[in-house]
């Protein structure tokens, strides 16, 4: 008989014979398990053509610039554009291997992160997801990961990264991030005209200048109490009442 797609194999064995069936059995099991396997990879990899990501192309929270001094191409990456309440972490996978196999195939690259006036609620993924996406990428994309300017980082961050950055983030992306307070220091190793610098990234620069110590998370005096005129005249003259009070009692 011819065979049909639904054909199967059945193996009997007499228990008499003192045969162990299960490595035979185990092949099997072996074999498809490697096939899902191989197929599970090449899903992660080989993303649909339907895929859509026009939608967070707009966004321009990610997007493929110049090239840093040492002519590692710069991924821009700004925190504040990233709507986290409405992409799920496995959309945003799948929107970064795609940036990648189609804007980064090759050659060595860096990632500038403006984590500038970001919002952990609204606008950052989080440190667990951010890893799973990191160990997602094939070994090429993580050796050809130079370095990470971390634009802003800011208290927290700094706090967050120092304490749990070394269990949460692989050793390679750790001893790769490089923190940068102000915007001058980024021209260090990036010329000016290769990234584009959003407004709100200089205004927030300029306050920093003058305000040197909103980077400790100590914030400046908004109502100008410091500034306001010393009252002492007043004060001198409420004191004068309450001794001539005492004297009269």
Request: contains cysteine.
């Given at each position: 008989?011819?065979?049909?797609?639904n054909?199967?194999?059945?193996?009997?064995?007499?228990s008499?014979?003192?045969?162990?069936s299960r490595?035979?059995l185990?092949d099997?099991?072996?074999?498809?398990?490697?096939?899902?396997?191989?197929?599970?990879?090449?899903?992660?990899?080989?993303?649909?053509?339907?895929?859509d990501f026009s939608?967070?192309?707009?966004?321009?929270?990610?997007r493929?610039?110049?090239?840093?001094?040492?002519?590692?191409?710069?991924?821009?990456?700004v925190?504040?554009?990233?709507?986290a309440?409405v992409?799920?972490?496995e959309?945003?996978?799948?929107?970064?291997?795609?940036?990648f196999?189609n804007?980064?195939?090759?050659?060595?690259?860096c990632?500038?992160?403006?984590?500038?006036?970001?919002q952990?609620?609204?606008n950052?993924?989080?440190?667990?997801?951010?890893?799973?996406?990191y160990?997602?990428l094939?070994?090429?994309y993580?050796?050809r990961?130079?370095?990470?300017?971390?634009?802003?980082?800011?208290?927290?961050?700094?706090?967050v990264?120092?304490?749990?950055?070394?269990?949460?983030?692989?050793?390679?992306?750790?001893?790769?991030?490089?923190?940068?307070?102000?915007?001058?220091y980024?021209?260090?190793?990036?010329k000016?005209g290769?990234?584009?610098?959003?407004?709100?990234v200089?205004?927030?620069?300029?306050?920093?200048?003058?305000?040197?110590?909103?980077?400790?998370?100590i914030?400046?005096?908004?109502l100008?109490?410091?500034?306001?005129?010393?009252?002492?005249h007043?004060?001198?003259?409420?004191?004068?009442?309450?001794?001539?009070?005492?004297?009269?009692?």
């Open positions: 008989m011819g065979s049909t797609p054909d199967f194999s059945v193996i009997i064995l007499p008499e014979c003192g045969i162990d490595p035979l185990a099997k099991g072996k074999d498809k398990e490697s096939e899902e396997d191989e197929n599970w990879h090449d899903c992660a990899q080989n993303l649909s053509s339907d895929e939608d967070l192309d707009l966004l321009q929270f990610a493929l610039e110049g090239s840093d001094k040492a002519g590692n191409r710069i991924l821009r990456v925190g504040k554009y990233y709507p309440v992409v799920s972490g959309r945003l996978k799948k929107y970064i291997l795609h940036k196999q804007e980064l195939s090759e050659g060595p690259f990632v500038v992160y403006f984590h500038t006036t970001a952990k609620d609204d950052c993924p989080g440190l667990t997801i951010l890893r799973w996406i160990e997602e094939p070994s090429d993580k050796d990961l130079q370095t990470l300017y971390f634009v802003h980082p800011g208290l927290r961050s700094r706090l990264l120092a304490t749990l950055g070394r269990f949460f983030l692989s050793g390679s992306l750790y001893w790769k991030i490089k923190y940068v307070s102000r915007l001058q980024l021209s260090d190793d990036i000016k290769e990234v584009e610098i959003p407004d709100f200089k205004s927030h620069d300029e306050v920093l200048e003058h305000r040197p110590l909103t980077d400790y998370g914030e400046p005096d908004s100008n109490v410091t500034g306001a005129p010393y009252s002492a007043s004060f001198g003259r409420y004191e004068e009442r309450w001794t001539s009070r005492q004297y009269m009692m």
